[in-house]
């Protein structure tokens, strides 16, 4: 069974997680609070984040800043050689970056930049000219605890994406084609229908990562797990039930990729995360998109912080880029081959890439209380589905296959937009009209 993690373990991981974020932010809020006026995107999407640094909204934050601001020396320094440790060698039989260079780099990419060292190489920066590269990828602190909550303050979104069970309901309430839930368990009961003879997939109601993710597959009457051993069909509602005392689960079909994307899984469902941003004109575009497949022994979920790989999406032509894992262990490196089905990667034109980056579009119209959404869409037996749709979405998933950052991209320009809009409007300027959500 899964482990579940107790609140105050919860809480810890939380505060540890805000002050990795205060300590990489630093640089950052610094270097745009004496920067001078905003000169382009990047710079306006950075002022933004200096104002919401350093005003802290409660004493936990407030201790957050404070630890930061003694503790960042330590937690660079101890952080740069752990990392050095884990991969110089690798990335110097490689690259040929020696390995004093690339500790060098990471102290260097912290103080231009914020880029803590695991984030180094996360993002390749050991390709060459770390320092002046590091300034175009967007930090995690910029937008989990900087641009999408100031949004998020400035639009009041309703749309339910952090609720899965609701979010089906929305989905299907406006003809969204979305992965149908068979049951739901909640407070120590099952309620829903019988279980189909078929695989069933089982996620918490909130949870992100893929975590507390399980396959059941349909074994006759039994549903059968990789590690738990095999279930009758009361067996594993009372299973759930149980699970459901700490958080809600969710029940449905296990979805099956198309035959033409099989060769791309080892077989767990591969998806296609696809971040979609209002335009100026408050109409939903396409920004970044990557093929995510899932590989060794995890056929269970298919992301990239379970172990999983991505490869980038060419948004015109939908052809596929070098995949890598996340990238933190170097070990890997950059594929050009599926490495369980030996499936070519590069440049294999990614079936239903159409009908998958309409469909996202139409997804974001539907959610148009929110600036920036990260659309999970399989391309299934039955078409092209919604899966989830994440409202923070992470911008790592898109750098790191892509190898170049975002901030100057279309992502940094119409975020830097809309916290100019949200500031405007803060002030009592005119500020463009909210978007209705559609009925």
Same mark, same amino acid.
């Given at each position: 069974?899964?482990?579940?993690?107790?609140?105050?373990?919860?809480?810890?991981?939380?505060?540890?997680?805000?002050?990795?974020?205060?300590?990489?932010?630093? #640089?950052?809020?610094?270097?745009?609070?004496?920067?001078?006026?905003?000169?382009?995107?990047?710079?306006?999407? $950075?002022?933004?984040?200096?104002?919401?640094?350093?005003?802290?909204?409660?004493?936990?934050?407030?201790?957050?800043?404070?630890?930061?601001?003694?503790?960042?020396?330590?937690?660079?320094?101890?952080?740069?050689?752990?990392?050095?440790?884990?991969?110089?060698?690798?990335?110097?039989?490689?690259?040929?970056?020696?390995?004093?260079?690339?500790?060098?780099?990471?102290?260097?990419?912290?103080?231009?930049?914020?880029?803590?060292?695991?984030?180094?190489?996360?993002?390749?920066?050991?390709?060459?000219?770390?320092?002046?590269?590091?300034?175009?990828?967007?930090?995690?602190?910029?937008?989990?605890?900087?641009?999408?909550?100031?949004?998020?303050?400035?639009?009041?979104?309703?749309?339910?994406?952090?609720?899965?069970?609701?979010?089906?309901?929305?989905?299907?309430? $406006?003809?969204?084609?979305?992965?149908?839930? %068979?049951?739901?368990?909640?407070?120590? $009961?099952?309620?829903?229908?019988?279980?189909?003879?078929?695989?069933?997939?089982?996620?918490?109601?909130?949870?992100?990562?893929?975590?507390?993710?399980?396959?059941?597959?349909?074994?006759?009457?039994?549903?059968?797990?990789?590690?738990?051993?095999?279930?009758?069909?009361?067996?594993?509602?009372?299973?759930?039930?149980?699970?459901?005392?700490?958080?809600?689960?969710?029940?449905?079909?296990?979805?099956?990729?198309?035959?033409?994307?099989?060769?791309?899984?080892?077989?767990?469902?591969?998806?296609?995360?696809?971040?979609?941003?209002?335009?100026?004109?408050?109409?939903?575009?396409?920004? !970044?998109?990557?093929?995510?497949?899932?590989?060794? !022994?995890?056929?269970? %979920?298919?992301?990239?912080?379970?172990?999983?790989?991505?490869?980038?999406?060419?948004?015109?032509?939908?052809?596929?880029?070098?995949?890598?894992?996340?990238?933190?262990?170097?070990? $890997?490196?950059?594929?050009?081959?599926?490495?369980?089905?030996? !499936?070519?990667?590069?440049?294999?034109?990614?079936?239903?890439?159409?009908?998958?980056?309409?469909?996202?579009?139409?997804?974001?119209?539907?959610?148009?209380?929110?600036?920036?959404?990260?659309?999970?869409?399989?391309?299934?037996?039955?078409?092209?589905?919604?899966?989830?749709?994440?409202? !923070?979405?992470?911008?790592?998933?898109?750098?790191?296959?892509?190898?170049?950052?975002?901030?100057?991209?279309?992502?940094?320009?119409?975020?830097?937009?809309?916290?100019?809009?949200?500031?405007?409007?803060?002030?009592?300027? #005119?500020?463009?009209?909210?978007?209705?959500?559609?009925?």
């Amino acid at each position: 069974m899964p482990r579940t993690r107790s609140p105050w373990t919860a809480t810890l991981a939380q505060r540890g997680e805000g002050l990795l974020y205060r300590i990489a932010g630093l #640089p950052i809020a610094l270097g745009a609070t004496f920067g001078g006026f905003p000169r382009d995107a990047r710079s306006a999407m $950075r002022a933004a984040y200096a104002h919401y640094y350093w005003a802290p909204e409660d004493w936990a934050e407030l201790a957050e800043l404070a630890a930061a601001l003694l503790l960042w020396p330590i937690v660079l320094v101890l952080a740069a050689l752990w990392f050095t440790a884990r991969n110089g060698r690798a990335i110097k039989r490689r690259c040929g970056r020696p390995v004093w260079r690339q500790l060098a780099d990471q102290l260097a990419c912290y103080v231009s930049a914020g880029v803590l060292p695991p984030w180094y190489y996360i993002f390749s920066l050991h390709d060459g000219h770390a320092a002046q590269r590091a300034g175009g990828f967007v930090n995690r602190c910029e937008t989990k605890r900087g641009a999408y909550r100031l949004l998020a303050r400035h639009t009041r979104p309703v749309s339910p994406l952090g609720d899965k069970a609701a979010f089906a309901d929305w989905c299907d309430a $406006r003809g969204l084609p979305v992965a149908p839930i %068979v049951g739901i368990a909640r407070e120590g $009961r099952y309620d829903g229908a019988p279980f189909p003879e078929a695989d069933l997939f089982v996620k918490p109601v909130v949870g992100r990562g893929g975590r507390g993710a399980e396959r059941w597959d349909n074994v006759g009457a039994r549903y059968r797990h990789q590690k738990l051993g095999v279930l009758t069909a009361a067996q594993l509602r009372d299973r759930l039930a149980a699970q459901s005392l700490s958080a809600p689960r969710l029940v449905q079909r296990r979805l099956i990729n198309q035959r033409a994307l099989q060769p791309f899984s080892n077989g767990a469902l591969a998806t296609v995360r696809v971040l979609t941003c209002l335009d100026e004109h408050g109409a939903p575009e396409a920004i !970044a998109a990557v093929l995510r497949m899932a590989i060794g !022994a995890n056929r269970t %979920v298919d992301n990239i912080h379970a172990g999983g790989i991505a490869a980038t999406v060419d948004l015109a032509s939908g052809a596929l880029s070098q995949a890598s894992d996340l990238g933190m262990d170097a070990r $890997r490196g950059w594929l050009d081959h599926h490495p369980d089905t030996g !499936a070519a990667i590069v440049g294999t034109i990614l079936p239903g890439w159409p009908e998958i980056r309409e469909l996202a579009l139409r997804a974001h119209a539907a959610f148009a209380d929110r600036v920036c959404i990260g659309w999970d869409i399989a391309l299934t037996t039955a078409g092209a589905c919604l899966v989830e749709g994440n409202g !923070a979405p992470d911008v790592d998933l898109m750098q790191r296959p892509m190898r170049r950052g975002l901030a100057d991209d279309r992502f940094g320009v119409l975020l830097a937009h809309h916290l100019q809009a949200a500031e405007r409007y803060r002030q009592g300027a #005119p500020s463009r009209r909210r978007r209705k959500l559609p009925a």
